[in-house]
């Protein structure tokens, strides 16, 4: 319940500094609606561009993962089939061993 208060009280400090800024702002309401409206334009291209880079990082990170995964198969398949090849030697020629 305290923190309620903490976000509800934050919030109406919020809204109260919104209110006095745009009364004494120094601009025009129409210049001050343009600034807002063109950072608020800058914060969503940043947030897409910021989007783009993490998806493109992860899709990264994920095909170096399986390239990874598909080594350690392709290592795991070879080392397999040389202990059965070991293993047919063996049983063929056993005094070889």
Not at 15 to 27: K, S
Not at 42 to 64: H, N, P, T
């Amino acid at each position: 319940m305290d923190e309620d208060n903490k976000v509800s009280y934050f919030l109406f400090g919020l809204g109260i500094g919104v209110a006095v800024g745009v009364l004494f702002a120094p601009r025009s309401g129409e210049e001050t609606r343009e600034y807002i409206k063109g950072k608020t334009l800058e914060g969503a291209d940043y947030m897409r561009r910021a989007s783009q880079d993490l998806r493109d990082a992860a899709e990264g990170a994920l095909d170096r993962g399986k390239e990874s995964l598909r080594r350690q198969k392709d290592t795991l398949t070879a080392a397999v089939e040389a202990g059965k090849q070991a293993y047919r030697d063996a049983t063929n020629n056993p005094s070889a061993g």
